[in-house]
T-cell receptor, first 110, second 116 residues
């Protein structure tokens, strides 16, 4: 009965690799988001999709490409991973009120 | 541009004492304000929100927050702290700009440490 689920929970990979993080919500929300939490715990929006349409792209490198096959899913694909991409990535969804967050994916690039 | 500030990196309280975690905001128009809590190695959990109505908002786990328009503040409070309240707390404001994307703008977070 998880509301927003993202996989994997942990991801360790080498520089230069390409990886994907998946997110699914079963709340029926129209809008989904990706947030990045850096090593200092700062949280910042990366992308947002509303009904499969991109509505926010916050100056994120184009190595990051979100994909929304339907309004319940928002996946994040990252090409040519760099050390600085190491962070916790949170998926979230919302309708009109507060956002509901997934449990996060801790990405470590070595 | 809308922004949120949490002036304290860390707040320390003794168990049983009241706690306050501070938040101030800067918005154009009426603010939509939120508090979230993050336990170690966990996701963000929603605590409470202010959209409109009573200035005192009650939320989960006995937390409440007071919206003060004149001071542009939305401090999180609890009358009696528990050791299990120790976590990282985020204040956030919802973007209600022209695009109304619903994105959240977060403060930098405050670590609450409750000691027995």
């Amino acid at each position: 009965d998880t509301a927003v689920s993202q996989t994997p929970k942990y991801l360790v990979t080498q520089m230069g690799n390409d990886k994907s993080i998946k997110c699914e919500q079963n709340l029926g929300h129209d809008t989904m988001y990706w947030y990045k939490q850096d090593s200092k715990k700062f949280l910042k929006i990366m992308f947002s999709y509303n009904n499969k349409e991109l509505i926010i792209n916050e100056t994120v490198p184009n190595r990051f490409s979100p994909k929304s096959p339907d309004k319940a899913h928002l996946n994040l694909h990252i090409n040519s991973l760099e050390l600085g991409d190491s962070a916790v990535y949170f998926c979230a969804s919302s309708q009109e009120g507060a956002g509901t967050f997934g449990s996060g994916t801790r990405l470590t690039v070595v | 541009a809308q922004s949120v500030a949490q002036p304290e990196d860390q707040v320390n309280v003794a168990e049983g004492n009241p706690l306050t975690v501070k938040c101030t905001y800067s918005v154009s128009g009426n603010p939509y304000l939120f508090w979230y809590v993050q336990y170690p190695n966990r996701g963000l959990q929603f605590l409470l929100k202010y959209i409109t109505g009573d200035n005192l908002v009650k939320g989960s786990y006995g937390f409440e927050a007071e919206f003060n328009k004149s001071q542009t503040s939305f401090h999180l409070k609890k009358p009696s702290a528990l050791v299990s309240d120790s976590a990282l707390y985020f204040c956030a404001v919802r973007d209600i700009g022209s695009s109304n994307t619903g994105k959240l703008i977060f403060g930098q977070g405050t670590t609450l440490q409750v000691k027995p």
